[in-house]
Structure formats: C-alpha cells, structure tokens
C-alpha cells in the first residue's frame, strides 16, 4: 500500500497492526497511545497523504457515551457491586449520567490487571470511569492518571483529577455529638478498613467530639472493620470483650452497624436503652431496622448524580473540580 493514498484509518490501522482507535487518538497526539506508537501512525499517515475529515475525527473520538463505573471484581467490602452502598449510589451516578445523555457500564476489575483501562479506552468502549475500588484505589489511580484516562474518583478529596468526597470530619464529629448529648461514656469507634482516607476523617471528627466535650481518647474502644456484615461482627465482639461496659458505638457504615446491632442483642443489650448506636451513610434499610438506625447521610443519590456531572463536566470541557458533598444527621430510635 506504499505510495497509494489512504481513504479511512482503517487502512492505517491495517498497515501499522493497531485497532482503529488507536489510530484516531494517535492522529489527535491521545496521551493514551505510547509516543512510538504515535509516531509510527503518524509517519504511515503522512506517507499515504491521509487527511481525516472532521466527521470521521470526531465519530471515531466520541465517543461511545458510555461512563465505566469500576469496582473491584474480588472485593468482600464496599466495592463489591451487590452492596447496599454501591447499588444506591450506582443508581444516583445512572439517573445523573441520563440526564445528561449518557449510559452506564459496570466494569469489574482484576486488581492486579494493570491492562484494564486499555482494553476499554483503546477500544472506545467508554469514555471515562468513576473508580470505586477503595483497597486498590491509589495503584488504580495511579494506572489512570498515567495513561490520561478521564476519571472521578470517590472518596478521595484531592489529586490532580476529578473527585467527589463526603464531609467525612464532620459526619465524624455530628455522629459522637449525638452520643455525647444522650449521655454515654464509653463511645465505641467502629471504623471501615484502617488505612481509608474516609476512615481516618471520620476517626478525626469522633476524637474532636470527645476532646471538645472534655473526655479522654480510648484506644481500647476503636477498633476496624472492611464494611462487611461478618467484619463488624468480629469487631463488635472484640469492643465487648476490651469493654464489657461500652454504652454506645458509632459505625462507619450501616451495614456494620446493623451486624452490631444483631451482635448487641445477641448479648442480651437492649439498644438504645443500654447501648446506642448510630451508623453512617443513611442507607434505604436504614429505615426499616429494629430499632430504625440513626446515622449519618451522605446524600448518597446526590453524590452519584455529582460524580457524573463532574466527570462528564471534565470530559466535555476540561474542568478538574474537586466536590464535598454535604452531610447530616438522621435522627430514628437507635441513638
């Protein structure tokens, strides 16, 4: 095909043995193709005087439409797609990505694939992600941000990319408040995986609380969890056996705090009266518990209609913001 003028990119991609997509992005200097690459796509394409209409430019670019919303294939926790958490705030991301003429895919991700991200940018699959993988967040981050793959990350507050956080110290601190104005001394600390930036915010907000209200930090009463149901089990165990006497818990989901809450009866604990409770997240079975679980709202279809208009903002016009979402208290008989 040497001297002979090519018509599309699929004759470019034929000759140079890359898909379509990659030589559309390599035409438009996509930081998502490798430089040599680019540079042999763009050698083939001013050899064969190829010169893409703006048509074919751009529905070769555009894009699918669709947003991956990525979680962690092997998770037990958060992440998980079937978790309460994940399929409400995956249904605010959905409506808000509508409402803009967008589509969503589930992705589940091998954490030790560092290919993934290719396989759907490269072949236009989709257009950005939102990352929700919470243990392998930061080498996931990293993958993204060094292809310059479009994304928003949640849970995370800063970083040269999108994101869409909760006001974590602050949920932490109205959560101990709350414990505090009814009375109780021992306030027990339940948390989700140590090392989570969320954690360790909501750990802040809980030890301010205590420390304006003129009591000291008990080590012996935080302990961690992953968010699942049998891990805020074991932890609720282990606070009963270091304080026998404890006399309020604050979780740092719901579903940990309704697996406490079985845990507390079991014991033979009635809840409020000799132990309170109060959760995070405000999930819809929050709700319908016994007793109904207060607890802290993220405002959880309002973050998924922000995470999609903050990466479809980013997509569409550059924007890199960072967005807090508010958060409250919701009062029911727990606490």
Request: glycine share 10%; hydrophobic share 40%.
């Amino acid at each position: 095909m040497i001297g002979k003028k090519l018509r599309s990119i699929q004759d470019i991609a034929q000759i140079a043995g890359v898909s379509k997509s990659t030589v559309s992005r390599a035409l438009n200097d996509s930081p998502l193709v490798k430089a040599e690459t680019r540079d042999v796509i763009k050698m083939i394409a001013k050899e064969h005087e190829f010169r893409p209409s703006a048509t074919a430019r751009n529905l070769s670019l555009r894009a699918s439409r669709i947003i991956g919303f990525v979680n962690d294939a092997y998770s037990k926790g958060a992440c998980q797609v079937s978790c309460p958490f994940s399929l409400e705030i995956m249904g605010g991301i959905a409506v808000g990505l509508h409402e803009l003429g967008y589509d969503l895919l589930v992705i589940h991700v091998d954490p030790d694939d560092s290919d993934w991200a290719a396989q759907y940018m490269d072949t236009g699959r989709v257009d950005g992600f939102i990352l929700m993988i919470e243990s392998q967040r930061s080498s996931q981050v990293d993958l993204l941000a060094s292809r310059g793959a479009p994304f928003v990350a949640w849970g995370a507050s800063t970083g040269n990319f999108c994101t869409v956080c909760g006001d974590d110290r602050l949920g932490g601190r109205l959560a101990c408040e709350r414990l505090l104005s009814g009375g109780r001394e021992r306030i027990a600390f339940l948390g989700g995986p140590r090392g989570e930036p969320e954690v360790q915010g909501r750990l802040r907000g809980y030890q301010e609380a205590l420390t304006a209200a003129g009591r000291g930090i008990e080590p012996r009463l935080v302990v961690y969890g992953d968010y699942t149901e049998r891990s805020a089990e074991r932890a609720m165990e282990e606070l009963l056996e270091r304080q026998p006497n404890l006399d309020a818990v604050f979780s740092n989901s719901d579903v940990m705090a309704i697996s406490a809450m079985g845990v507390l009866k079991a014991k033979g604990r009635r809840i409020p009266d000799d132990v309170a409770i109060v959760g995070y997240d405000d999930l819809s079975l929050a709700s319908y518990v016994t007793p109904s679980l207060t607890t802290i709202s993220q405002k959880i279809p309002l973050a998924g209609t922000l995470l999609a208009r903050d990466l479809v903002t980013y997509l569409e016009q550059g924007i890199v913001t960072h967005t807090v979402v508010p958060v409250e208290l919701i009062s029911r008989d727990s606490a």
